[in-house]
């Protein structure tokens, strides 16, 4: 989704700024010093004017819950779904933040936690190393390979 984003902005906003040539800075020309020149305040004011703009664009991907053939913009999708579930303004505790992470079974070895090719170790992963998980059905033993019953 994050690189979705970016892409929207590089193709639906950074086009427009003056100054701007492409992606790559080596691609910039010769004359870059004599053309428009932004700050970052002012190249972020342009920014929030697009995103303004861009909400209220309709998006293919929007489709209304009730009228599939209708696309929506972001912002009425937001509408619409408000409509259908409600919303409930819950500030949110640190405790809610970890539920929202995403779960991933994992063995603990001897070296740690081993995720995209980078190991994670320490002392606190101690207490787990070797045993069973008790959650319920998860047979596999925190350590290594399942274990016969």
């Not at 691609?27 to 004011?45: F, K, S, V, Y």
């Not at 909400?55 to 408000?82: D, F, S, Y």
Request: negative net charge; glycine residues 8%; aromatic residues 8%.
């Amino acid at each position: 989704m994050v690189e979705r984003t970016f892409g929207s902005i590089n193709d639906l906003l950074c086009q427009h700024v003056a100054g701007h040539t492409g992606s790559s800075v080596l691609r910039r020309g010769r004359e870059t010093m004599a053309e428009a020149q932004w700050t970052i305040p002012q190249l972020q004011d342009f920014l929030d004017e697009w995103i303004v703009c861009w909400q209220n664009r309709p998006h293919e991907g929007l489709r209304h819950p009730v009228l599939p053939k209708t696309v929506l913009t972001p912002n009425e999708m937001w509408a619409a779904l408000i409509t259908v579930c409600g919303y409930v303004p819950v500030p949110l505790t640190g405790a809610d933040w970890l539920e929202l992470l995403p779960v991933r079974w994992q063995p603990i070895t001897e070296r740690g936690i081993r995720i995209d090719y980078r190991a994670y170790d320490h002392e606190v992963l101690d207490a787990c190393r070797g045993k069973r998980s008790d959650i319920n059905g998860q047979g596999r033993q925190m350590g290594g390979p399942p274990q016969p019953a």
